[in-house]
């Protein structure tokens, strides 16, 4: 089974238009490393929780909207080398100077698939 890197990234939604133009530079990237797929997802209905929510995970703002992103990798060896590369990569340092968010609340890890129909 494949490999699956997941995010939740709290991004003002004054930024939309940028996030998505930065996410556009940033698959290819991912791709060439190893990626299979690239996933980005706009938040467009998520509700606030009673114990906790997406919203909270991150701390996001009232002028924020949570984004849900995942990137398919063939295996774990793949994704920890892809990791590797992309820290070194002045394409990626240069793009992580400039994020359309407040990279320090976004919320990430690698996943094990356990069914994938």
Request: aromatic share 12%; hydrophobic share 40%.
């Amino acid at each position: 089974m494949n490999y699956v890197d997941g995010f939740l990234i709290p991004v003002p939604a004054s930024k939309k238009k940028e996030f998505i133009a930065q996410a556009a530079r940033m698959a290819p990237i991912f791709k060439e490393f190893g990626a299979k797929r690239v996933v980005e997802c706009w938040g467009d209905d998520v509700p606030d929780g009673k114990v906790t929510d997406f919203k909270g995970a991150v701390k996001a703002n009232d002028d924020e909207t949570v984004v849900f992103s995942w990137i398919e990798y063939p295996s774990k060896e793949i994704r920890d080398a892809a990791n590797k590369r992309m820290m070194e990569d002045p394409r990626m340092k240069a793009m992580g100077e400039h994020m359309p968010f407040d990279g320090k609340r976004m919320i990430f890890g690698g996943f094990a698939p356990v069914l994938d129909e």
